[in-house]
């Protein structure tokens, strides 16, 4: 994977998909904004390692955007007002993409892979990220799914953007839930606390047929 992540990061500093294919740094146009995972994995990498050299709490801080959630034991709550209370492990949980989904013009994303903790704890984590007006991401929603066993680890990270004809065209994924939106409304996405207290988070992007659940993640009720 190192080699994988090696080269997204390269991909996502070139700063175009089409100038890291032709290995040569893009030097066209600027054009609308558009969809780039390997600037989110770029990031999501960024955040990982932060998080190991500066601490766990600090890299949530600083990779998180200001109206950042995170569930808590009564549904979902600001997360730079608890980050700001806690103090880093001393050794920071770790972790590593497998796979990106973003809409068409790249406003929103999320990730999905494994993390461990030092204990020896492992699951799923899956983000939620936003380009701010400066072109970074934020992530804006954190959710982990703990597993019994280490997740297993693909050969590539998986790269999926929402299929751009259905722009603009506002496809409700789902009428009754809180649903978010990327700024074309090619991709969705929503959580849910479950009456007993179960916490689940949906993704939807846009593909031929309308807007389709790439990911849902649900975990049980945090314990007292």
Known sequence: MKKIFATI?????????????????YKGPRLAPTANPS?????????????????????FRQFGAENALIFGRNGAIEAQPWLRQQENPAQAVSWEPFAVWSSCDGS???????????DGGTGYFHTVWERQQDGTYKWIF??????????AEPEIISANIADCKLADKDVV????????????KTMAWSFQLGENGKRTL???????????????????????
Do not use: H
């Not at 600037?39 to 890299?59: D, K, N, P, S, Y």
């Not at 954190?142 to 997740?151: H, I, K, L, S």
């Not at 047929?209 to 007292?224: F, H, N, R, W, Y």
């Open 9 to 25: 990061v390269t991909c996502a500093l070139a700063g175009a998909l089409s100038a890291c294919a032709a290995g040569q740094r």
């Open 39 to 59: 600037a989110v994995i770029a990031t999501e990498l960024a955040f990982a390692r932060a998080a190991r050299e500066e601490g766990q709490w600090t890299a």
């Open 108 to 118: 929103l994303a999320a990730t999905r892979g494994s993390y461990a903790e030092p």
């Open 142 to 151: 954190d959710f982990g799914t703990p597993t019994e066993f280490a997740p």
């Open 173 to 184: 994924a789902d009428p009754a839930l809180n649903i978010r939106r990327s700024a074309d």
């Open 202 to 224: 949906y993704v939807w992007t846009a593909d031929k047929d309308g807007m389709k659940l790439v990911l849902e993640a649900a975990a049980d009720p945090i314990a007292e």
